[in-house]
């Protein structure tokens, strides 16, 4: 019988300290379609208040959960900021949720509706936070700001006025040939063409914006007082290289949707499966 369990991850990243109080939980997902990576993150801010942003992925649950754990003690947890609903976020909220009796959930009504299919809101430890609100959590102010690209009408990036580390979800998700703990590891060509594919992918209403208010949407994340960009599915992006990643994220609206993989992509993967050959997809066909 077929067991369709996702396959747990094969190399554990351990935590990477970012900034003061502030690890990112890490995880690597390989694509099937070439020798790439892409990171699935969430973040553990501690403090008077140990905030966890995001619940990482049901494949790596255990290691997941030991990770944010050899942190932060569950029964110290005081927040828990859900910034979407999609899988790769939201995916150890019930496990984290019941290991943290004391911590309340950042989430919102619309998040609260949506979600409802797969998780029991206890409605009592929520505390809805919109795009542009606030709350304190012991000796920072965080703010949940929505980032300039996402994939879920909830996305809510959240930023740390105490470090300065803005949490931007899905926006400048890479795929990369390898770990790395800082963008700056990465060919600037590579990074690129990846940033523009993934995000391209990601927010397929990219070419509907008006490219004006675009600006200035960015613009209101640019503009935050930020140190470090962490963000689930990249490296980190530090001040060094901040700039061209807003740049980057820019010039998005003004790019064609790249092309995707097709039925003949998926043959030639399956024959590359079936006799022990790397595939590589190449635009166009052709792979192997
Ligand atoms: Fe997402
Ligand atoms: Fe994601």
């Known amino acids: 019988m077929t067991s369709f369990a996702p396959l747990k991850p094969q190399v554990h990243h351990p935590p990477l300290k970012i900034a003061d109080d502030t690890w990112l939980i890490q995880q690597m997902q390989e694509a099937a379609i070439g020798p790439l990576w892409l990171y699935l993150h969430s973040l553990v801010i501690k403090g008077p208040e140990p905030i966890v942003v995001d619940t990482g992925t049901p494949c790596n649950r255990e290691q997941w959960l030991a990770d944010v754990f050899s942190i932060v003690d569950p029964g110290d947890v005081r927040w828990i900021f859900l910034s979407h609903d999609d899988v790769d976020h939201a995916g150890n909220l019930a496990e984290v949720m019941e290991a943290c009796p004391n911590a309340k959930l950042v989430c919102t009504w619309f998040m609260t509706e949506r979600h409802a299919n797969c998780f029991n ?126 740049d980057m994220i820019r010039r998005i609206p003004h790019l064609e949707p790249p092309p995707q993989p097709q039925q003949a992509d998926l043959d030639e993967l399956m024959h590359c499966v079936a006799t022990g050959k790397q595939y590589i997809w190449q635009p166009g066909g052709n792979g192997a």
């Open 121 to 246: 809101f206890p409605l009592e430890r929520c505390r809805w936070i919109n795009d542009g609100e606030s709350w304190r959590a012991g000796d920072r102010t965080l703010t949940a700001i929505t980032p300039p690209l996402f994939d879920s009408p909830v996305t809510r990036g959240l930023y740390d006025d105490r470090t300065g580390v803005y949490w931007a979800v899905d926006t400048f998700a890479t795929p990369l040939p390898g770990p790395m703990n800082d963008i700056s590891e990465l060919d600037g060509q590579a990074w690129k063409e990846g940033l523009e594919m993934f995000n391209c992918m990601n927010s397929p209403w990219f070419k509907l914006l008006d490219l004006d208010k675009f600006e200035r949407h960015v613009d209101r994340v640019q503009n935050l007082d930020i140190s470090v960009i962490a963000a689930c599915h990249s490296p980190v992006i530090g001040s060094s290289h901040m700039t061209q990643a807003f």
